[in-house]
């Protein structure tokens, strides 16, 4: 007899094989929604894998503590703790926007489904302050306000890349969902 094939339906995120009908549209193990375009065993809609649908503010929060914590500590805080870093002005600046790419890159790597915009809408909020605060203290190290503005606009062009690279590890290469 011929062996029947059975219905996977594989999770975008996670790579999970899930075997037949989902539960409200979502993985069974990471929680991630599954749409109708990647049913049956393969992706069909290659064009909306790596779009988000929906804005989750569990993950804006989680985005937040994230950029907040990582920005005080390396920015604000290693600097107190070690004279040697004098994280002020330009430096302070230049300093943050690896901070909040790999910001981005922890909180697109742990959420489950795609969250590209939450990181950066957290580093946007985070930017503000962080640049006042910059622009305030700046003593030797110093830049005029729009080179503030302009460096925050690229932290948030860097938090999205991160956000991109962590759910890219998340996801795994290309073909791995289909062994």
């Not at 590209?116 to 946007?124: D, G, K, Q, S």
């Not at 909020?125 to 640049?131: K, R």
């Not at 460096?151 to 948030?156: Q, T, V």
């Amino acid at each position: 007899m011929a062996q029947q094939p059975t219905n996977h339906i594989i999770c975008p995120s996670c790579g999970f094989k899930n075997d037949g009908s989902l539960p409200n549209g979502r993985c069974v193990s990471c929680g991630a929604r599954v749409d109708d375009g990647m049913m049956g065993g393969g992706i069909l809609d290659e064009s909306g894998r790596y779009q988000q649908q929906t804005f989750n503010m569990t993950w804006f929060g989680i985005a937040i503590g994230v950029m907040v914590v990582l920005t005080g500590a390396i920015v604000m805080g290693l600097p107190s703790v070690v004279p040697l870093f004098d994280f002020e002005g330009y430096s302070g600046m230049m300093m943050a926007i690896p901070v909040w790419a790999v910001g981005g890159a922890l909180v697109g790597l742990i959420s489950p489904g795609r969250t590209f915009i939450e990181p950066v809408a957290a580093a946007f909020l985070v930017a503000l302050p962080t640049a006042f605060i910059l622009y305030h203290g700046q003593t030797v190290k110093t830049m005029p306000v729009f080179m503030y503005v302009l460096f925050s606009a690229l932290g948030l062009l860097f938090t999205l890349i991160g956000a991109y690279v962590g759910e890219r590890i998340q996801m795994g290469p290309e073909g791995a969902s289909d062994q």
